[in-house]
Nanobody
Framework: QVQLVESGGGLVQAGGSLRLSCAAS????????MGWFRQAPEKERVFVAS????????YYVDSVRGRFTISRDNTENTLYLQMNNLKLEDTAVYYC???????????????WGQGTQVTVSS
């Protein structure tokens, strides 16, 4: 059983930066691909970025590519999301997730954190 705990969220002005962290425990961190998702108010949760087990490959939704960077430290069992040049539309609760499985044509993650709020102000 994997437990995930996000941190690093907060209030930031547009154009600013934040770094989210996701601390993992209860499993072998390096054996899990990981991802970040976000859910804006009154919207569905959507994919933001993912990273392979070794960290050698990363994937991003178009709206954050070039501004966000996903990374991981397998020695510290921690996943990161560096967010630069934040925009108002990045306001959301951000979730980390582990262990994606391809099912019915979509990647479904088996483990989720509780989320951390990111609010971007003008």
């Amino acid at each position: 059983q994997v437990q995930l705990v996000e941190s690093g969220g907060g209030l930031v002005q547009a154009g600013g930066s934040l770094r989210l962290s996701c601390a993992a425990s209860g499993g072998t961190f390096s054996s899990h691909a990981m991802g970040w998702f976000r859910q804006a108010p009154e919207k569905e949760r959507v994919f933001v970025a993912s990273i392979t087990r070794s960290g050698s490959n990363t994937y991003y939704v178009d709206s954050v590519r070039g501004r966000f960077t996903i990374s991981r430290d397998n020695t510290e069992n921690t996943l990161y999301l560096q967010m630069n040049n934040l925009k108002l539309e990045d306001t959301a609760v951000y979730y980390c997730a582990a262990d994606p499985v391809l099912k019915d044509g979509t990647w479904q993650y088996g483990y989720w954190g509780q989320g951390t709020q990111v609010t971007v102000s003008s």
